[in-house]
């Protein structure tokens, strides 16, 4: 008897909450290395910080296999909801979130293209007829 088939859900909420906590660790991190009130002032935010979270969310989108473009997003959500919590917010908040959500979406665009472009590929494929393998078809 075959077990039964479990829903991966519960396993996309577990890789959105690390990748959140990879944007939260590194707010914490660059900011207190560099003595900057928030990461994205220091001069390591756009070395080390960006592609340490464009890293984790590939990661956690590999093994997610589900939600990509949601967890594309969550360890820049991770480190503006840990910057606000430790700075209280500021002056420059509303302009901050609508920075972060137009430099964030560049890094969502693969994960949220590569399927779509995948599935045009395979609709455009004549039903049963694998992909050529270097032969013309002619059995003669």
Same mark, same amino acid.
């Given at each position: 008897? @075959?077990?039964?088939?479990?829903?991966?859900?519960?396993?996309?909420?577990?890789?959105f909450?690390i990748? @959140?906590?990879?944007?939260? @660790?590194?707010?914490?991190?660059?900011?207190?290395?560099?003595?900057?009130?928030?990461?994205?002032?220091?001069?390591?935010?756009?070395?080390?910080? !960006?592609?340490?979270?464009?890293?984790?969310?590939?990661?956690?989108?590999?093994?997610?296999r589900?939600?990509? !473009?949601?967890?594309?997003?969550?360890?820049?959500?991770?480190?503006?909801?840990?910057? !606000?919590?430790?700075?209280?917010?500021?002056?420059?908040?509303?302009?901050?979130?609508?920075?972060?959500?137009?430099?964030d979406s560049?890094?969502?665009?693969?994960?949220?293209?590569?399927?779509?472009?995948?599935?045009v590929?395979?609709?455009?494929? @004549?039903?049963?007829?694998?992909?050529?393998?270097g032969s013309?078809?002619?059995?003669?």
């Open positions: 008897m @075959a077990p039964p088939v479990q829903s991966n859900r519960a396993g996309t909420w577990v890789w909450v990748a @959140a906590a990879v944007g939260g @660790a590194v707010e914490i991190a660059l900011s207190v290395t560099a003595r900057r009130r928030e990461a994205w002032d220091s001069e390591y935010y756009w070395i080390f910080g !960006v592609p340490a979270m464009i890293l984790a969310a590939f990661i956690c989108g590999l093994f997610a589900r939600g990509p !473009v949601r967890i594309g997003y969550a360890p820049f959500l991770g480190q503006l909801i840990t910057m !606000v919590v430790r700075t209280g917010g500021g002056s420059l908040l509303p302009l901050g979130i609508i920075l972060k959500a137009s430099s560049a890094e969502c665009w693969p994960r949220l293209w590569v399927p779509l472009l995948e599935s590929y395979w609709a455009t494929r @004549a039903p049963g007829i694998p992909p050529a393998s013309t078809g002619n059995s003669a």
